[in-house]
């Protein structure tokens, strides 16, 4: 298996410009996450969907993040717009179900900068 | 709420020696898995142990094992005879049944030639 797929791996923007990151999920894992990890705050949950749904999105910071999952094989975050603080490394994890005994594998992750 | 911490920002350790990463964690679940991560450079998130709140016995992997301190909240993970390939960033993780995961904010573990 390829593994979560993340793309891009890298993206600079300029404040104000909307940003759509990508996630393809393990075939066959029915549970996605998308964290944020920063040197303040470290390793942080957004969202994450169990069978496409969203279950917990506490953890989205405001209304300029959007996530979606449309279908089982990918999955969407999305700013707009963008600021200078939203810049981080963006990580994309799945696993076979939401239990909180499943291993989570994670994509190699997004750098994002916003200048 | 959960918490987890980890006191030791960075450790550095003589190849082939044992080191040992400290995490306290805090839950008032009785249902819980505990983790332990490594980021490499390469930034991908590698899952290194897990162990099961339940139960008492240490989980170990290959050179990695864990201590698991139960009424002390405690959850430390050892890694013996170090290798150059060990030298990551290692997070310690909680999760709660029907929670999210919660992470340490890491150690940095430097391996000494």
């Known amino acids: 298996d390829a593994g979560v797929i993340q793309s891009p791996r890298h993206e600079v923007t300029e404040m104000g410009q909307e940003v759509t990151l990508r996630c393809k999920p393990i075939?066959?894992?029915?549970?996605l996450f998308w964290y944020r990890q920063t040197m303040m705050r470290g390793l942080e949950l957004l969202i994450y969907f169990n069978n496409n749904v969203p279950i917990d999105d506490s953890g989205m910071p405001e209304d300029r993040f959007s996530a979606k999952m449309p279908n089982a094989s990918f999955s969407t975050l999305k700013i707009q717009p963008s600021e200078p603080r939203d810049s981080a490394v963006y990580f994309c994890a799945s696993s076979l179900g939401r239990a909180h005994y499943n291993e989570q594998f994670f994509g190699p992750g997004t750098r994002l900068t916003v200048l | 709420a959960q918490t987890v911490t980890q006191s030791q920002p960075e450790m550095s350790v003589q190849e082939a020696e044992t080191v040992t990463l400290s995490c306290t964690y805090d839950t008032s679940e009785s249902d819980y898995y505990l983790f332990w991560y490594k980021q490499p450079p390469s930034r991908q998130m590698i899952l290194v142990i897990r162990q099961e709140a339940y139960k008492q016995q240490n989980a170990t992997e290959n050179r990695f094992s864990v201590n698991f301190q139960k009424a002390a909240k405690s959850f430390s993970l050892k890694i013996s005879d170090s290798q150059l390939g060990d030298a990551a960033m290692y997070f310690c993780?909680?999760?709660?049944?029907?929670?999210?995961?919660?992470f340490g904010k890491g150690t940095r573990l430097h391996i000494l030639p």
């Open positions: 993780a909680s999760r709660n049944r029907d929670d999210k995961i919660i």
């Open positions: 075939s066959g894992h029915n549970s």
